[in-house]
């Protein structure tokens, strides 16, 4: 009897420790998940690949990437291929939001889970989706007008003349946010400055040196203030400046990520600000959504990552640097 008693209290016990096990370990250990995101051409998605690919690990997820070079039909198609493969959810950072709306309820109608990271679309479609993690981006906009008025005031400059901006690819939402954000706070804090002019930086440090290039000689003097929505596009924004004779400590330069670049050229001077946003943060926050779905959490609809302004005051607080393989 004792036997028994003794084989059963053992059997009980390492029932209650495999199942202690398997609560520590969480529910979502073993989950199939695919991640639809984009290519590692981008430095930023770089970063955010390589960190969802350790995260997830560590969390016991079988995560499959598949990337691409911001084409939103081929990225279409990836869902295609996604569903048919029967994950238990699929990850998403839409390459073009609008566009995947019809994709986005494939995968509805296949029922299968959808988290969205990174790009967050229309907010009135959100039913096809579970949980978006990432950037708000006109959060992030309405900060950068804040930290370009701020400029100008430590420069000593009236708060009046000509504004220029530099802006991600058109007619993406975080694109379109990032405007909206920026553009009606500058109306609201400083209505003597206007914006001139606009162009595209399609996020490349390239291509924004030409668009910024075309506006200084455009707008020459009168520009007092420039806004690249990104930090490396901020990068094409110094050296267009440099190139047409132009002093860019006496304007004020904001740009957005906290990435390494733009630390640089806060510290040198050359940039005034900027607003993080972290592909460390990101990813983090995207596993944390895996994590919570698959355990039954109540799951907002949308969860920011963190975006708070940045000056030489707080760079070395505030950003750090992105890791590396």
């Not at 904001?254 to 946003?277: D, R």
Request: charged letters at 20%; proline letters at 5%.
């Amino acid at each position: 009897m004792n036997i028994i008693r003794s084989t059963f209290g053992a059997l009980l016990a390492g029932s209650l420790l495999a199942s202690a096990s398997f609560a520590a370990e969480g529910a979502e250990a073993g989950k199939k998940v695919i991640f639809l995101g984009a290519d590692d051409i981008c430095e930023y998605c770089a970063v955010y690949n390589d960190q969802i690919r350790k995260l997830a690990a560590e969390k016991g997820i079988d995560l499959e990437v598949v990337t691409n070079k911001f084409d939103p039909a081929q990225q279409a198609t990836q869902v295609d291929q996604a569903i048919a493969k029967r994950p238990d959810a699929i990850l998403l950072w839409t390459i073009d939001g609008t566009a995947l709306f019809p994709a986005m309820r494939k995968a509805q109608r296949a029922g299968i889970p959808l988290l969205l990271t990174d790009v967050q679309p229309d907010k009135a479609r959100e039913d096809l989706w579970v949980q978006y993690t990432g950037g708000n981006y006109e959060e992030q906009g309405s900060k950068s007008a804040q930290l370009l008025v701020n400029a100008l005031k430590a420069k000593g400059k009236p708060l009046k003349g000509g504004v220029i901006m530099i802006t991600g690819i058109v007619g993406q939402a975080q694109t379109i946010s990032m405007t909206k954000g920026f553009t009606e706070t500058l109306a609201a804090l400083a209505p003597d400055l206007k914006i001139l002019g606009a162009q595209p930086g399609n996020w490349d440090t390239g291509t924004s040196t030409q668009a910024a290039a075309g506006l200084f000689t455009k707008y020459g003097d009168e520009i007092v203030g420039v806004y690249a929505a990104e930090d490396i596009m901020m990068q094409g924004v110094l050296i267009a400046a440099k190139r047409a004779g132009l002093d860019p400590t006496e304007m004020a330069m904001v740009g957005g990520g906290c990435e390494p670049v733009g630390i640089k050229n806060i510290k040198a001077g050359l940039q005034y600000g900027t607003v993080l946003q972290s592909p460390v943060d990101e990813a983090q926050y995207a596993v944390q959504s895996i994590v919570d779905l698959f355990n039954g959490a109540k799951m907002p609809k949308s969860v920011y990552v963190p975006h708070p302004m940045v000056t030489a005051e707080n760079v070395d607080e505030v950003c750090h640097p992105w890791p590396t393989n």
